[in-house]
C-alpha cells in the first residue's frame, strides 16, 4: 500500500479533519523539552477504540510504524517521531470519555486520553480521591502515565500509576481489542497482562482504557516544612514518620539549599522558610499527613512526630501549615524548582532512585565525585525521598556558557552519575521511563537476561516492530 492509500484509509476511518499533515505540526513532532524534532507522515486522531484499532490494522498491513501520544509531556522522548516522514503519530487525547464510576467497587473506567487533572477533579466531586499527583497534570494524560508508569508526590503511600490500576483495554499490534477492564482486585487466571503493557512506553501495544482505583477522601490533610542537619537526619525523619504517621505519611519531599536558593533568588514572591540558615540546615523536607479520624487528630500525630524528631535531632526548625492556603504555598514551593534551575540556565537533569537506606551514601559519593572531576559543578537535588527518586540535576557552573558546556561536559556528568547510581544498586530511570533517549543507558545498566527477555517479549507481540520503534530497546 502506497502512503498516498494509506492516508486515504485513514481519512475514511477518523474523517479528513483528522488526519493533520499540513501545518504547523510541532506540537506533536516536538517532545516536550525540545531536544528532539521530528516528521511525520501524518498525525492521526482517533475518536474512540474501534478507530484506533482500525487505525493500527491500516498501518500493520501497510507496513508503517507507530508513534502513539498521548499529552506529550514526557522527558524521555518516548512519543516523538522520527525524521523520516514515514512514521504515523496516533495521538489519543479525543479519546476523553469517563466510561464508568462504581463508587462501591471504589473505581472508575477512562479513556485514555482523559488529562489527569481532570480525573483528580472527578473524583473529588464524587467525594473520593485519586490520588496520581504530578507536576504535569494539567496537560498529561492517564494513558500516557500507564505507558510510562508515571510516579509524583503520593508514591510513598499508594505506590506508582501501576498500583493504582486494575484493569486494561488494549489495541494490539495486530489491531486486536483485549477487553481486560473487570477491576478485580483478585483475578489470577494466567499471565498478568496488565502489567506487561504498564511501563511498555507504547512498544508493546495502545493503551486506550483503564479502571482505575479510587480512596476515601481524608478527613484532614496537614503540611509541613522542615529544617534537617544531614541527608541521614533527613532518612531518619523518615523513619520516624512511617512509624508514627502509619498510612497517614502521603508525601515526604527532600529539597537540598541550593535547589531552594534558587527559587528565592528566580521568585522572591514565594517565602521560602529556613533559606538562610546555611550550613546548620543543608536540606529540607516536606511532609504530608493525611488522616482519615479528623484535623485535631492529624495535628496531634504531627506535633508528635515533630517534637520526637526534634529530641532525635533529625529537625532543627519547623513549621506546619496553618491552612489549606499555606499548605499550598509550601508545596509550591517543592514544585518551582524546576522552573527555577531553567530560569537560572541550562542543567543537565537526571531522574535516579536508590534504596531510601543508603540515598545518603549514595549523595555524599556522587557529590565528591562531580566535584572533583568538574570544578564549580552546582548541584540541585531534590525529589521523592519517601520511595527512594532524586532529581540528581547538575547546574551549568556560575559564569560559563550553558551550550557549550552541554556540549563538552553531558556525557561525562551522565556518566558519572549513572556509574554511581550503579554503584549504590540504584537505577538510571526511576519515574520518566527510558524513551529513546536513555535506550543506550539501558543496554549498559540492564543484565543481559532481562534484556533478552524484554527482546523476546516484543518480537512476541510485535514481531513487525511497528510499535514505537526505538523506544526502551535499541532497534534491532
Not at 499527613?289 to 526534634?310: G, I, K, P, T, Y
Not at 547510581?421 to 533517549?437: I, M, N, Q, T
Request: include cysteine; hydrophobic fraction near 40%.
Amino acid at each position: 500500500m502506497t502512503s498516498t492509500a494509506l492516508l486515504d484509509s485513514l481519512r475514511q476511518i477518523v474523517t479528513a479533519n483528522h488526519v493533520l499533515t499540513d501545518g504547523d505540526l510541532s506540537a506533536y513532532e516536538q517532545d516536550w523539552r525540545k531536544r528532539v524534532h521530528g516528521k511525520a507522515l501524518a498525525v492521526v486522531r482517533p475518536g474512540n477504540t474501534a478507530e484506533v484499532a482500525a487505525v493500527v490494522k491500516a498501518c500493520a498491513a501497510a507496513g508503517v510504524q507507530i508513534v502513539p501520544q498521548g499529552g506529550n509531556t514526557g522527558l524521555s522522548v518516548g512519543s516523538t517521531p522520527d525524521n523520516s516522514g514515514q512514521q504515523i503519530v496516533l495521538n489519543l487525547t479525543r479519546l476523553n470519555a469517563v466510561r464508568h464510576i462504581d463508587k462501591d467497587n471504589l473505581t472508575f473506567t477512562v479513556e485514555a486520553g482523559c488529562i489527569l487533572q481532570n480525573l483528580q477533579e472527578l473524583a473529588d466531586k464524587q467525594g473520593l480521591l485519586f490520588p496520581l499527583s504530578l507536576a504535569a497534570e494539567g496537560s498529561c494524560t492517564i494513558g500516557g502515565n500507564l505507558g510510562t508508569n508515571a510516579g509524583g508526590t503520593q508514591v510513598v503511600r499508594y505506590g506508582n500509576t501501576r498500583d493504582l490500576c486494575l484493569g486494561l483495554e488494549v489495541v494490539t499490534p495486530q489491531g486486536e481489542v483485549w477487553d481486560g477492564l473487570k477491576g478485580l482486585r483478585k483475578d489470577n487466571t494466567g499471565y498478568d497482562l496488565r502489567d506487561l503493557f504498564i511501563g511498555s512506553e507504547g512498544t508493546l501495544g495502545i493503551i486506550t482504557a483503564a479502571t482505575m482505583k479510587l480512596f476515601p477522601q481524608p478527613a484532614a490533610q496537614l503540611t509541613a516544612f522542615a529544617a534537617v542537619p544531614s541527608m541521614e537526619a533527613a532518612v531518619r525523619l523518615l523513619g520516624l514518620a512511617h512509624q508514627h504517621l502509619g498510612a497517614g505519611l502521603t508525601g515526604f519531599e527532600v529539597m537540598g539549599q541550593f535547589a531552594l536558593s534558587l527559587v528565592v533568588k528566580h521568585m522572591p514572591q514565594l517565602r521560602v522558610p529556613f533559606a538562610d540558615m546555611g550550613d546548620e540546615a543543608p536540606y529540607c523536607v516536606l511532609l504530608e499527613n493525611s488522616d482519615s479520624e479528623s484535623e485535631q487528630h492529624a495535628r496531634l500525630r504531627f506535633e508528635h512526630l515533630l517534637e520526637l524528631a526534634f529530641e532525635d535531632g533529625c529537625v532543627v526548625n519547623a513549621v506546619v501549615a496553618e491552612s489549606l492556603s499555606q499548605a499550598h504555598d509550601l508545596w509550591h514551593i517543592r514544585e518551582s524548582i524546576p522552573l527555577a534551575q531553567a530560569e537560572e540556565g541550562l542543567n543537565i537533569k537526571h531522574d535516579i532512585s536508590v534504596a531510601a537506606s543508603r540515598i545518603p551514601a549514595f549523595v555524599e559519593h556522587a557529590d565528591e565525585v562531580l566535584k572533583r572531576e568538574i570544578p564549580g559543578v552546582r548541584l540541585v537535588n531534590f525529589g521523592h525521598l519517601g520511595d527512594g527518586n532524586l532529581h540528581y540535576n547538575v547546574q551549568v557552573p556560575e559564569g560559563e556558557d550553558g551550550k557549550q558546556f552541554l556540549r563538552e561536559k553531558e556525557a561525562l556528568v551522565n556518566h558519572l552519575v549513572y556509574e554511581a547510581v550503579a554503584k549504590f544498586d540504584g537505577s538510571f530511570s526511576a519515574e520518566h521511563g527510558v524513551g529513546a533517549l536513555k535506550t543506550d543507558k539501558l543496554e549498559k545498566y540492564q543484565s543481559p537476561v532481562a534484556l533478552q527477555m524484554m527482546r523476546a517479549i516484543k518480537n512476541a507481540l510485535d514481531p513487525q516492530g511497528l510499535m514505537n520503534p526505538g523506544v526502551v530497546l535499541t532497534r534491532a
